[in-house]
């Protein structure tokens, strides 16, 4: 799978992609991860991407011109505008905006199945709002509140998508049985040795009993059980 990362701040991606199980995924080409600076397609001398709003306000708003010419570059869109025409689960531009659709797991589903996804990180005030109409398929948010840009919610979706292409995460059965899975559901709490842990004098934080019964059927219950009740033990 292949995912385009568009961003005035580059270096921001470097660490987090490089490591653990994405950096595996990227070594072991099951992911490609490839990050554009979007200054690269601004034209004056000072590499401008960004400028005042029409009818005043604060805030400076990220420029259409630059990422047009970006996705151009990336033979997402022709001269004219037009989208290059590919089959449906091919290609999907997404622009990170704080007005847009709220990301969840089933996004994430549908998006694992698609061959290449590019993402626009927003900064400032925002984007151009043509850049929405036009040029992108969905704009997405990961939460009720306001990042300094589109880099760390960017982050969210490469990992989130990543996770579920076949091979990516080692264990299969790790997400197909955890949070949000499936409709309503929230992963069993987990535990591991010590089966007593006493941090101070009088306080004993044990594991739950029905955990070393060794009775698979009652564990089974006990951890269908939690889920329904969001992880809550009573």
Same mark, same amino acid.
């Given at each position: 799978m292949q995912f385009d990362i568009i961003t005035i701040f580059p270096k921001i991606f470097e660490s987090y992609f490089n490591e653990s199980i994405l950096g595996r995924a990227q070594k072991n080409?099951?992911?490609?991860?490839?990050?554009?600076?979007?200054?690269?397609?601004?034209?004056?001398?000072?590499?401008?991407?960004?400028?005042?709003?029409?009818?005043?306000?604060?805030?400076?708003?990220?420029?259409?011109?630059?990422?047009?010419?970006?996705?151009?570059?990336? &033979?997402?869109? &022709?001269?004219?505008?037009?989208?290059?025409?590919?089959?449906?689960?091919?290609?999907?531009?997404?622009?990170?905006?704080?007005?847009?659709?709220?990301?969840?797991?089933?996004?994430a589903v549908e998006m694992s199945k698609i061959k290449r996804v590019v993402i626009i990180c927003g900064r400032y005030e925002g984007v151009d709002e043509r850049v929405s109409k036009y040029l992108v398929d969905e704009d997405i948010s990961i939460g009720k509140y306001v990042l300094t840009g589109g880099e760390i919610p960017a982050m969210a979706l490469v990992d989130s998508i990543s996770r579920l292409i076949p091979g990516v995460v080692g264990n299969k059965e790790s997400i197909e049985d955890e949070s949000f899975s499936k409709e309503g559901y929230l992963e069993y709490p987990q535990y591991t040795r010590p089966e007593l842990f006493s941090p101070v004098k009088g306080v004993n934080w044990r594991v739950p009993g029905v955990l070393l019964s060794g009775d698979h059927s009652k564990i089974k219950e006990w951890r269908e059980k939690m889920s329904v009740n969001g992880n809550k033990i009573n």
């Open positions: 080409k099951m992911v490609r991860i490839a990050i554009h600076d979007l200054r690269d397609f601004a034209h004056d001398k000072h590499k401008t991407v960004d400028d005042s709003t029409y009818g005043g306000g604060a805030g400076m708003v990220l420029k259409i011109e630059p990422i047009f010419e970006m996705l151009k570059h990336l &033979k997402i869109i &022709k001269k004219d505008g037009t989208r290059v025409k590919r089959s449906s689960n091919d290609t999907k531009v997404i622009l990170m905006s704080a007005k847009g659709e709220i990301y969840n797991q089933k996004i």
